[in-house]
């Protein structure tokens, strides 16, 4: 019998999710691929924040994963068997799989994908990470020559490749992050202009001179303790984008609230960005990237675990910030 190593839910989780919270079993492992479904060896799972709030029901309306589950997580995998026409054995796709080595994919939800491209990129820069970016610099803000732009976890995989993208459409991009080493990532492995350490006393007084009195275009991934100090500098009739509130996921009591007269005194465009509406237009990103990466004009930074085995001690990771750029797991 084949044999496959997985991650499980151990317990319901109620705070901030860490290592401890996972555990790595073996099960038997699928041999073939029913109508419909993909029979994968997973290559490279990805490890996003958005998970640490549907483990906790908070997700969009997402089911709650249960103890004894195998988590969920989008992969880039190599198709073992096919169960659908339109995939082949040797295709590699993206698509969820699972915290697993091997599994079965849902044919309806997966794409190909060029491996040639590097086939980590698939999960960041030209994935989930990087469509969101592109969804909220030019579909959303719609950013072009002239703008300031400014973004927050700017070391992550949404928040640098949105600054890359700002900086290919000829924005000036000033990025704001936590610690002296995301600052460096942030200007000398994305190329922004500039950035700030918001753990800085006065951080908001050198954003202000870092954007010549403010930005134009603000993309927030945070939440309030960056929105509001930036949202009193952003210019007038400037435009906001609001992907993620990683700085309230795991908070107990009310949702934060904010105030709309702020919004109406800088006659604001303030816009919500859910990437699941931008599903469809993904292979658009892909070819609008591609010649940016193989230009070195886009770039992936990559923090990198090595097997299955590693993926509970990465996501504690992600939980608490100390990750630099896509987090993915290489399973094989």
Not at 90 to 97: M, P, Q, S
Not at 190 to 204: I, K, L, M, P, T
Not at 221 to 231: D, K, S, W
Not at 303 to 315: H, K, R, V, Y
Request: net charge negative; proline share 6%; aromatic share 8%.
């Amino acid at each position: 019998m084949t044999k496959t190593l997985e991650v499980v839910l151990k317990r319901v989780i109620e705070d901030v999710p860490v290592a401890a919270d996972f555990e790595v079993v073996e099960r038997a492992a699928p041999t073939s691929a029913p109508a419909g479904q993909l029979l994968v060896r997973v290559l490279y799972l990805s490890l996003d924040p958005y998970l640490g709030s549907r483990l906790r029901g908070r997700h969009m309306g997402e089911p709650r994963p249960a103890p004894g589950e195998t988590l969920p997580g989008s992969a880039v995998a190599e198709v073992i068997a096919s169960g659908h026409p339109d995939f082949a054995a040797g295709d590699h796709v993206i698509g969820e799989a699972g915290w697993a080595q091997v599994g079965l994919m849902d044919a309806k939800f997966a794409r190909k994908v060029d491996p040639s491209l590097g086939v980590s990129n698939h999960l960041g820069v030209l994935g989930m990470p990087g469509l969101t970016a592109w969804a909220g610099v030019t579909q959303l803000a719609k950013v072009g020559q002239g703008d300031v732009f400014t973004v927050d976890a700017a070391a992550g995989s949404v928040g640098g490749t949105a600054g890359q993208i700002a900086k290919i459409l000829g924005a000036k991009a000033v990025g704001i992050a936590g610690g002296a080493d995301k600052v460096a990532q942030v200007v000398e492995r994305y190329g922004f202009d500039a950035a700030v350490d918001y753990r800085n006393e006065g951080w908001v007084d050198e954003l202000k001179a870092l954007t010549d009195g403010g930005p134009t275009v603000h993309f927030e991934n945070v939440g309030l303790p960056i929105l509001n100090p930036v949202f009193g500098l952003l210019k007038t009739y400037g435009r906001v984008v609001i992907c993620g509130l990683s700085a309230h996921y795991h908070a107990d009591g009310p949702p934060p609230q904010f105030g709309l007269g702020p919004i109406v005194g800088k006659r604001a465009s303030v816009m919500g960005l859910v990437v699941y509406d931008f599903y469809p237009r993904w292979n658009e990103w892909v070819k609008t990237a591609e010649p940016w990466l193989k230009e070195g004009r886009l770039v992936q930074v990559e923090d990198l675990g090595e097997g299955i085995e590693s993926a509970p001690a990465q996501f504690e990771r992600l939980m608490k910030g100390a990750n630099t750029g896509k987090t993915l797991v290489k399973v094989a």
